[in-house]
DNA sequence: TAGTTTTTGATTGATTATGATTGACTTTTG
DNA sequence: CAAAAGTCAATCATAATCAATCAAAAACTA
């Protein structure tokens, strides 16, 4: 296999997982681990990538700098758990709004192969969602330079047009006085709007969100369906006592 | 076997592949190695591919320098001159329209520090134009994989609530009978619809459009200014007789 | 046709990529 | 905290690939 080979399945899986560990890109490209060992160096050194005990993961954007690398990457996986989790929700023929954020975004990997809908205003999400095929809209209007997210009047007056059977979102903080809440109130608009054109809604929610409150508030709590890594382990249990095969990668 | 019908050959192998072998293009073309690697060398020197270990690989569009002294790189120039050109002629508080596509997309470092609202069809856009905080705003629609664009009856409706200081197209085709011709009618719909919503209309073409014709019709020759190599020439030279600085990089 | 240039294929030693191994280091586990 | 497991960078031998060279074959020229 030849070099631009592998660091190309490299650089995808990373895309699609946000982490990967050097075991799995073993794996996945029949080399050596010294090899990816290499890969991962040269990969790092051309910027474009990231490496972390036991793998790589995406260059992470300036602003979030993870303060702790370990709970990082056991948040990676929390999220990927989660988003795994709620993409398994996912039915085929549906129509889906969502939501921008890293936690919905790492949903997308899982929806591959379903015969699908989605809107959404997360511009860093349709690169992957129409990779794998998926009917893919967004949503039209301002476009926020930090969070790569469609925002603005516009962007509401078109989300108006569609109708969904299941809306994903993001959060930032999670509390039982204030229900779901985020930082940007032209967010939370699009989230609160999003949320009542669906039928069914899940907030996305990994654990360094509870108790967190934030600027805006989008919903309260028994407006949506919260799911969270202790709901994936019971879904999960449920699923081996019934001998359905659990939907992970 | 001749040299053409083996560059040929190897350069769809790639083009299908992203990556090849030369061992692999030794059984393809029956030549020995030494001649398939004299191909590699002469298709590397004319940038129509990177060599690499093992065998040659796809140039990559991002990351890789447009090394000088080549015959793409010359396209590539021309296409850099005539963006300079284009973005020239965008004043300070405008409003505009910027259609998807690599010409147009070129445009976008030379609008830099201008006072300006863009809205676009191009997704690859939104990246530089919010890089250099430019107010932008996207159409919102069905996301078209290959060309990385909005499209789609959505968009046309989303479309309608802009009005534009001046617009500037991409074309496939330009020819004195036909106007102006690009191949997706869906993508002809937003350029047709945008040009009438502007006061000023650009359409940016490279000579290797001329005298071409695509399938779908999006305007007459007149409806538009046609933005060339030869018309940025006269208006350098206009600039020096006239002591303007001439805006390129 | 004979002479010239261009293209091709085989061979060479040099260069590069690779995989296994090692001991040092880090993280997890009890 | 200490043992165990996992991961790391460094090193080395091997195998694959490379550029350079030269002679044979082919194409061209006069």
Do not use: W
């Not at 398994?88 to 591959?112: N, Q, R, W």
């Not at 001998?243 to 992970?248: A, I």
Request: with cysteine; proline share 2%; net charge neutral.
């Amino acid at each position: 296999m030849l070099t631009p080979e592998r660091h190309q399945i490299i650089l995808e899986t990373i895309k699609k997982h946000h982490t990967v560990k050097l075991k799995e890109l073993v794996k996945q490209t029949g080399a050596s681990e010294s090899t990816i060992r290499r890969d991962l160096d040269q990969l790092e050194q051309s910027g474009q990538l990231r490496r972390v005990h036991g793998g790589a993961s995406l260059k992470q954007s300036a602003s979030d700098e993870p303060s702790m690398g370990e709970k990082v990457s056991k948040h990676h996986e929390e999220k990927e758990l989660i988003a795994a989790h709620a993409a398994s929700l996912v039915e085929h023929g549906d129509c889906l709004f969502i939501d921008a954020g890293s936690t919905t975004y790492a949903m997308i990997p899982y929806l591959k192969d379903k015969d699908i809908i989605v809107v959404t205003n997360g511009l860093n999400h349709l690169d992957v969602l129409t990779e794998y095929q998926i009917v893919t809209y967004v949503l039209g209007g301002y476009v926020k330079h930090r969070t790569r997210a469609v925002i603005g009047a516009g962007a509401l007056q078109n989300l108006q047009q569609y109708r969904f059977d299941k809306c994903f979102m993001g959060t930032n903080g999670v509390s039982l006085e204030d229900g779901f809440t985020t930082p940007d109130p032209e967010e939370a608009s699009i989230k609160q709007t999003a949320l009542h054109l669906s039928k069914s809604r899940y907030v996305l929610a990994d654990s360094s969100k509870f108790e967190q409150v934030s600027f805006t508030k989008f919903a309260d709590l028994n407006e949506a369906e919260i799911i969270t890594e202790k709901q994936r382990r019971r879904f999960r249990e449920f699923q081996e006592k019934t001998n359905v095969k659990v939907v992970t990668p």
